[in-house]
T-cell receptor, first 116, second 111 residues
Framework: GAVVSQHPSWVICKSGTSVKIECRSLDFQATTMFWYRQFPKQSLMLMATSNEGSKATYEQGVEKDKFLINHASLTLSTLTVTSAHPEDSSFYIC????????????FGDGTRLSIL | SQQGEEDPQALSIQEGENATMNCSYKTSINNLQWYRQNSGRGLVHLILIRSNEREKHSGRLRVTLDTSKKSSSLLITASRAADTASYFCATDIPSGSRLTFGEGTQLTVNP
């Protein structure tokens, strides 16, 4: 149980392109989803917390106009990297939490984004 | 200040040996969680230990928590090559709004 599917797993695109990443909870309803960014051999950096039906809460230093998050249903959150540039290249991982706080998060398999 | 620092950063052992990873944190927590990440993949939840617990077991995993020292350890017994991965601790603060991950320990188990 508690499976999270993230798509696509890998994307290469030209600078200036917008890229959408989907995160789906397959067998549970996720009121809260999280988006992380991870650089090689580093830890996860929380970008934003996404609550169903409300605006995402962004971490300090994360541009909300650059990284658009939509959590339109209890099973789907999307992250759109707008006008992507090479410095946006990274590994993006989503997670979803069952129920309220103090519960484990269940992670997708990540999206490797490479901007040329 | 960083919540969740781990040591060692990298650990290389032989199959069959035990692996111990440590995590220190700075603020009060509700619980502490350990996750595993295989290269290029997402994280897998391993075990959660609450602030009022001192030790927890799950299969070959043993986690301890010392809230007075603000530290936790993860012990993997009888390691296997398939245990090769990065291991992260994550702290859940009382507000419960987010997890803060440590820097991780890269474990290599040599066959």
């Amino acid at each position: 149980g508690a499976v999270v599917s993230q798509h696509p797993s890998w994307v290469i695109c030209k600078s200036g392109t917008s890229v959408k990443i989907e995160c789906r909870s397959l067998d549970f309803q996720a009121t809260t989803m999280f988006w992380y960014r991870q650089f090689p051999k580093q830890s996860l950096m929380l970008m934003a917390t996404s609550n169903e039906g409300s605006k995402a809460t962004y971490e300090q230093g994360v541009e909300k106009d650059k990284f658009l998050i939509n959590h339109a249903s209890l099973t789907l959150s999307t992250l759109t990297v707008t006008s992507a540039h090479p410095e946006d290249s990274s590994f993006y991982i989503c997670s979803a939490r069952v129920g309220g706080g103090h519960q484990p998060q269940h992670f997708g398999d990540g999206t490797r984004l490479s901007i040329l | 200040s960083q919540q969740g620092e781990e040591d060692p950063q990298a650990l290389s052992i032989q199959e069959g040996e035990n692996a111990t990873m440590n995590c220190s944190y700075k603020t009060s927590i509700n619980n502490l969680q350990w996750y595993r990440q295989n290269s290029g993949r997402g994280l897998v939840h391993l075990i959660l230990i609450r602030s009022n617990e001192r030790e927890k077991h799950s299969g070959r995993l043993r986690v301890t928590l010392d809230t007075s020292k603000k530290s936790s350890s993860l012990l993997i017994t009888a390691s296997r090559a398939a245990d090769t991965a990065s291991y992260f601790c994550a702290t859940d603060i009382p507000s419960g709004s987010r997890l803060t991950f440590g820097e991780g320990t890269q474990l290599t188990v040599n066959p």
